[in-house]
């Protein structure tokens, strides 16, 4: 049922070198990626609205918007997306950026938190995400706080699961230059998220995107929000250092 | 009111073929799906959009249950005059949207 197509293979069970690094932009249709391009037909732009005007929208009983502590997002959110998930001091735990949003709103606005994948969350996520388009991933392992969690990421990751018995770094270390059903098998970067996926017909966040994975391998998914789900976002982030932000990305 | 995003060009040559892009939020419900505990889903679309230059219809398309969620509708014109161009679209439970956009033709 694993049709895998014969081409020059990569360095097999390892990391990917910098050089070999591509988003799975690169592996799109001229199509979709013209759809990405141009922000008049990138449907993501229509959360990035949502998300701008949610920023100026007072919220809580503080009464207060995103924008009366942070001011213009253009200039305050840029280069967050790129740095997320982080490691919060007063949690002693690395947090992705729906949770500082959520955090925010409890500790500043007085506000509930959002649901995970809610339309709001998405589109707050989405448009912080698109103030940082074209700046490369930091790197998190330069926070020593930070080592640890991605250490546990990258254990999952190369962990088999599921009645399939697969990793991630099975299809997306090794084998990225391949075709499973016809399709690219991408190397799995985190440039996008959140993104737009046709399939999905609407924005979806990477931890909505793993679960997805966990499911084809008929592994039980992670929650929402566990420390499982971060710790697999931080590797992967540390994975995609040097690669440029495109939220919101459009992906097949 | 629906988020919608337009894009037509501020400024034309009289006589040129302009792109007009119209891109809206909807979910476009099919209709003939079932929820988990087996009722089926009422069909929730965008039927209909229209576009009209100065008052005259330029472009009109049905939509159907088959069309993908937030619909993505590009179309030419030749521009002839300077004015407005507004975006109809109207659907299931009365959704009705409008944006509308100005040109200027030299």
């Known amino acids: ?252 | 009111m629906a988020r919608a995003l337009i894009s037509v060009p501020a400024k034309a040559a009289r006589g040129e073929i302009i792109t007009i892009k119209a891109l809206i939020s909807h979910h476009m419900e099919t209709g003939f799906r079932h929820s988990t505990t087996g009722e089926l889903i009422a069909r929730d679309i965008i039927t209909s959009f229209v576009c009209r230059y100065n008052g005259e219809e330029i472009f009109r398309a049905d939509l159907s249950p088959a069309t993908a969620a937030n619909p993505f509708i590009a179309f030419y014109t030749r521009a002839t005059e300077s004015g407005t161009i507004v975006f109809e679209w109207t659907g299931d439970n009365g959704f009705s949207a409008t944006e509308q956009a100005a040109i200027s033709v030299e």
């Open chain 1, 1 to 252: 049922m694993v049709a895998l197509a014969t081409a020059a293979s990569p360095v097999a069970g390892g990391e990917i070198p910098a050089d070999q690094r591509r988003s799975g932009y690169d592996l799109m249709r001229r199509e979709t990626q013209a759809m990405q391009d141009d922000d008049a037909s990138n449907p993501g732009m229509l959360w990035v609205l949502d998300g701008e005007a949610l920023w100026r929208l007072k919220a809580g009983t503080a009464n207060k918007a995103c924008a009366d502590c942070h001011g213009e997002a253009s200039a305050s959110m840029r280069g967050v997306a790129a740095r997320y998930p982080a490691f919060d001091a007063a949690g002693e735990r690395a947090l992705d950026l729906t949770q500082r949003i959520n955090l925010c709103r409890n500790e500043h606005q007085n506000a509930t938190s959002l649901p995970y994948e809610s339309k709001e969350l998405l589109a707050l996520t989405t448009y912080i995400g698109r103030q940082s388009r074209g700046l490369p991933i930091a790197d998190p392992s330069a926070d020593e706080h930070l080592r640890a969690s991605i250490d546990a990421g990258r254990q999952i990751f190369n962990r088999r699961q599921g009645q399939l018995n697969l990793s991630c770094a099975q299809c997306h270390d090794d084998n990225w230059d391949k075709q499973l059903a016809g399709n690219p098998i991408t190397q799995g970067q985190v440039t996008g998220y959140p993104l737009y996926r046709l399939e999905w017909q609407g924005i979806g966040s990477l931890q909505r995107r793993i679960r997805n994975c966990m499911i084809g391998m008929r592994a039980e998914p992670f929650d929402y929000g566990s420390s499982e789900l971060v710790n697999l976002e931080l590797f992967m982030r540390w994975r995609s250092r040097g690669l440029a932000i495109e939220t919101p990305a459009v992906r097949p």
